[in-house]
């Protein structure tokens, strides 16, 4: 699901990755977060490919990972998010956080947020668009962060939905971090063909990731065919 609009995600960042900084973002009035590099920051010669490498390296992603820690920890949770961010041409000074909530706050958001009941498994707040005014203005200014918003997932909804959709938890959460991410980049599924459109780029995503790092395809289940990357639906 996602919730259109400016929700500040947070107006105060921590400006060095690797720092913990207590952040105010729509869904949660106060939460410690870590921000965490993508990648090392020594990096081989510049190459096409060394360049869209060091834009991850300056992407700030917040993770919040204070429930079922240890389980999210398996995860790469950050260099994913660093890597969907910089193959969509976010601007280098982009800053994301992501959460791990569990079913109690899922389902408190969801129904303060879309009206619905129980727990959904990811949502995304939007705050600066990449097609909209501040957007453009943060892309120009020196130092002004560009605060593309907050996905949160529900991490015992994703453990549930590996059955469902015959995934790993790794690769479960993979797919629903790369779809909420793909919301906060502008992407929308309630249209036949938008839907059709994020489909098709959650999975090359995630193939260009699993390759990056070596992964079975298999871990995200089935990918091919209409609705097979479906999520965020309840």
């Known amino acids: 699901g996602t919730f259109q609009g400016r929700a500040r995600a947070f107006p105060t960042p921590s400006a060095f990755l690797g720092t913990s900084t207590t952040c105010r973002f729509a869904a949660f009035p106060e939460k410690t977060l870590c921000a965490t590099p993508s990648l090392p920051q020594s990096l081989p010669p510049t190459t096409e490919l060394?360049?869209?490498?060091?834009?991850?390296?300056?992407?700030?992603?917040?993770?919040?990972?204070?429930?079922?820690?240890?389980?999210?920890?398996?995860?790469?949770?950050?260099?994913?998010?660093?890597?969907?961010?910089s193959q969509e041409d976010c601007p280098q000074n982009a800053e994301a956080s992501v959460s791990f909530v569990d079913d109690d706050e899922m389902a408190r958001l969801n129904?303060?947020?879309?009206?619905?009941?129980?727990?959904?498994?990811?949502?995304?707040?939007e705050c600066d668009g990449l097609d909209d005014e501040m957007g453009g203005e943060c892309d120009e200014i020196p130092g002004m962060p560009f605060e593309l918003g907050d996905v949160i997932v529900a991490v015992d909804v994703a453990e549930r939905?590996?059955?469902?959709?015959?995934?790993?938890?790794?690769?479960?959460?993979?797919?629903?971090?790369?779809?909420?991410?793909?919301?906060?980049?502008?992407?929308?599924?309630?249209?036949?063909?938008?839907?059709?459109?994020?489909?098709?780029?959650?999975?090359e995503l995630l193939r260009g990731?699993?390759?990056?790092?070596?992964?079975?395809?298999?871990?995200?289940?089935?990918?091919?065919?209409?609705?097979?990357?479906?999520?965020?639906?309840?």
């Open 50 to 85: 060394t360049l869209k490498a060091r834009k991850e390296v300056f992407m700030n992603i917040e993770v919040n990972c204070e429930y079922k820690e240890d389980l999210i920890a398996s995860v790469p949770v950050a260099e994913l998010a660093a890597f969907v961010l």
């Open 111 to 125: 129904r303060e947020f879309r009206g619905k009941t129980g727990p959904t498994d990811v949502l995304s707040f």
């Open 161 to 203: 939905q590996t059955e469902q959709f015959g995934t790993t938890f790794e690769g479960e959460l993979s797919v629903l971090l790369v779809h909420g991410l793909l919301h906060l980049c502008g992407y929308d599924h309630i249209e036949d063909d938008e839907a059709e459109v994020m489909e098709s780029r959650e999975a």
């Open 209 to 234: 990731w699993a390759g990056k790092r070596g992964l079975e395809l298999s871990i995200f289940g089935e990918m091919n065919g209409p609705g097979a990357l479906v999520r965020g639906e309840h």
